[in-house]
């Protein structure tokens, strides 16, 4: 892998890029077209070489962009088969081309170019979420977010990734404390939503992840501090780890 990078992770739009320098393919295209080219750019990538986009859940978040990409570009999209039938019109309305919307089963590998991809359910409030894992030369690299409970199929998966991007998305206190509605707030401690700086930093432990780097993303603008985040994680993370707030999390480059 020559590059893989956070092109943007948070409320606001999300997308993970992964590139070998000749074929790149995408989990999550939150963004317009026109931004994502700009994203990409900073990588020395252009849109032209993404071959596929692989879909963690349909929030708008996630998604906005897709639709607009594959027409554009003619980039198939990949989404979990539960999504697709569940939230018929939501899908619809991404307007995807006929021919270039595939539906995937949980651990059923897709071959894209030089990667191999295959996905794996999380606990979200979108139904048919999930979570993907990249396969090159030997390598997984996993991106885990949206999700409010981890579980053993999950650790497992974690303690093979040789790269992991990770949500923490809020501190319990600033939550509990925070200006959000209490239904938001519980919706977001819920089994059905995020990640708190705390459970991801169990899930480190628990899992035995041991690679190179976790990147911790989704971070909440509102209900979490990235000083905080670092500080807990410098304590507990038993590797070198960048926490990637809006906007901040540009240029993350590995080879």
């Not at 750019?41 to 070489?49: C, G, I, M, P």
């Not at 053993?152 to 404390?177: G, H, I, P």
Request: aromatic share 8%.
């Amino acid at each position: 892998m020559r590059t893989w990078a956070v092109l943007g992770s948070g409320s606001s739009g999300n997308s993970y890029l992964f590139s070998d320098g000749s074929s790149a393919i995408l989990i999550d295209q939150g963004y317009s077209v026109a931004s994502l080219k700009r994203r990409l750019a900073h990588f020395s990538t252009t849109v032209e070489a993404v071959e596929a986009v692989f879909v963690t859940h349909l929030h708008p978040d996630h998604v906005r962009g897709v639709g607009t990409l594959a027409r554009m570009h003619h980039v198939p999209v990949w989404m979990h088969t539960k999504a697709v039938e569940a939230q018929r019109q939501v899908v619809s309305n991404l307007n995807i081309p006929a021919g270039l919307l595939h539906t995937v089963d949980p651990f059923e590998v897709i071959e894209v170019g030089p990667f191999s991809v295959f996905c794996f359910e999380t606990s979200h409030d979108s139904a048919g979420s999930v979570g993907w894992v990249v396969a090159h030369e030997g390598r997984q690299y996993m991106v885990l977010t949206d999700a409010g409970v981890t579980d053993e199929v999950q650790r497992s998966l974690a303690r093979e990734a040789e790269v992991l991007f990770l949500e923490a998305n809020y501190d319990r206190e600033m939550l509990k404390n925070g200006p959000y509605p209490p239904p938001l707030k519980a919706r977001i401690a819920s089994k059905g939503g995020h990640l708190s700086n705390d459970e991801a930093l169990t899930f480190l432990a628990e899992s035995g992840f041991s690679g190179s780097h976790v990147y911790f993303i989704h971070i909440s603008d509102t209900n979490n501090s990235v000083p905080l985040l670092e500080a807990a994680a410098r304590i507990s993370s038993p590797v070198p780890f960048t926490v990637c707030a809006k906007g901040a999390c540009y240029g993350v480059v590995g080879s």
